[in-house]
């Protein structure tokens, strides 16, 4: 029903800045919240960031706030997470996520719906 496939993911010193992509594609017109979660070796998928496709919401972990800032194309059908100043810990997998219902909150990877397959961030000291 609805794909999404990450890009934008390598290499990138402390300090230092990246921008990810996600391309939505199929059903997008059901897709309600969009977000971004991470995944470090041997710890739980976490959130990051998230978006409403309608108005201007925008919500942030707070280990990333002031430093990673989400943003979409709704034309497009893109949505982007540009990173400033990363950090070694700011290291994972970095999936784009979307969801089709409002469940009260943006924060956990079960309430969402569809997940594209990941693209690799490394931040070097």
């Known amino acids: 029903q609805v794909q999404l496939v990450e890009s934008g993911g390598g290499l990138v010193q402390a300090g230092g800045s990246l921008r990810l992509s996600c391309a939505a594609s199929g059903r997008t017109s059901s897709i309600y919240n969009m977000g971004w979660f991470r995944q470090a070796p041997g710890k739980e998928r976490e959130f990051v960031a998230a978006l409403t496709l309608s108005g201007d919401s925008t919500y942030y972990a707070d280990s990333v706030k002031g430093r990673f800032t989400i943003s979409r194309d709704n034309a497009k059908k893109m949505v982007y997470l540009q990173m400033n100043s990363v950090k070694p810990e700011d290291t994972a997998v970095y999936y784009c996520?979307?969801?089709?219902?409002?469940?009260?909150?943006?924060?956990?990877?079960?309430?969402?719906?569809?997940w594209g397959q990941g693209t690799q961030v490394t931040v070097s000291s």
């Open positions: 996520a979307a969801r089709r219902y409002y469940a009260g909150t943006v924060y956990r990877d079960g309430d969402y719906d569809y």
